[in-house]
């Protein structure tokens, strides 16, 4: 589910990198992001 186009334009801009922030966004914890 990489760059998943969903009508979140979130997701569409960030693609693989929303994954992981939002993932990181509702934890709240200094998770190892990508980049």
Same mark, same amino acid.
């Given at each position: 589910?990489?760059?998943?186009? @969903? @009508?979140?334009?979130?997701?569409? !801009?960030?693609?693989?990198?929303?994954?992981?922030? !939002? !993932?990181?966004? /509702? @934890?709240?914890? /200094? !998770? /190892?992001?990508?980049?």
């Amino acid at each position: 589910m990489i760059g998943e186009v @969903t @009508t979140d334009k979130k997701v569409s !801009l960030v693609g693989i990198f929303g994954q992981s922030r !939002l !993932l990181d966004l /509702p @934890t709240n914890e /200094p !998770l /190892p992001r990508i980049c």
